[in-house]
């Protein structure tokens, strides 16, 4: 199973980004994916869950309102739709895919069975 995030980068605070994140190795469709992000020196912190076949989405507390979560599963691609960013969601943004649906572990890491390598959000001030 490979998770290859990519479209993460430097952008002005206010600014968009979108992250993808392409999948192989598995049943693209039958698996819920995640983003989550770390923060130098933090704890790996939940961004966003969507379900298999996209009608189920959770987002954290800290992103609602601003970041969409929505996948292609001809595609095998979630993205993270990122809007009006501050400074502090500047971390390395992973993606992740789990095999079932926790309503309780959704936030937690513990749910994923696999996660991808990555990609660096930096959000200037």
């Known amino acids: 199973v490979q998770l290859q995030a990519s479209g993460g980068g430097l952008v002005q605070a206010g600014g968009s980004l979108r992250l993808s994140c392409a999948a192989s190795?598995?049943?693209?469709?039958?698996?819920?994916m995640g983003w989550f992000r770390q923060a130098p020196g933090k704890e790996r912190e939940f961004v966003a869950v969507v379900s298999g076949n996209g009608g189920t989405v959770r987002y954290g507390d800290s992103v609602k309102g601003r970041f969409t979560i929505s996948r292609d599963n001809a595609k095998n691609t979630v993205y993270l739709q990122m809007n009006s960013l501050k400074p502090e969601d500047t971390a390395v943004y992973y993606c992740a895919a789990a095999s079932s649906w926790n309503i309780q572990l959704i936030p937690t890491t513990a749910l994923y069975d696999y996660w991808g390598q990555g990609t660096l959000v930096t959000v200037s001030s």
């Open positions: 190795g598995l049943a693209f469709g039958r698996y819920i």
